[in-house]
């Protein structure tokens, strides 16, 4: 149990920091009604001049699931942080690796031009 201590202590700070602001946003925040010209639906604060249902470029959901990929990885190293002591060298030598073998993917991508914008 005590090696989840600190997780948990990191979801209770974070549940009070985004509750704060939330109740704060709410308190202190502008109120105003909505209207009909603010329910529009806009793009990038311009009006949409396209017909819905256009594809995107591929090129979007690529990088949204090389994103997701990663996320999900970084998120693996973190029960191995908060039991480093007692994994000893194998835990060590196996977090490597897979450090490793992530540093080899996200190069791989890079060189592709997988995270270049167009």
Known sequence: ????LAILLTLVITAIT?????LLSALIGPKSKMTREKERPFECGNVPFE?????FPIHFYVVAILFIVFDIEV???????SSFGTVGRY???GAMFFI?????????E?????LEWH
């Open 1 to 4: 149990m005590h090696n989840f």
């Open 18 to 22: 985004v509750g704060g602001a939330l």
């Open 51 to 55: 017909e819905p249902g256009k594809q």
């Open 75 to 81: 998120i693996f190293l973190y029960p191995w942080i």
């Open 91 to 93: 835990g060590f030598a």
């Open 100 to 108: 490793l073998i992530l540093t080899f993917g996200l190069i791989y």
């Open 110 to 114: 890079w060189l592709r031009g997988g």
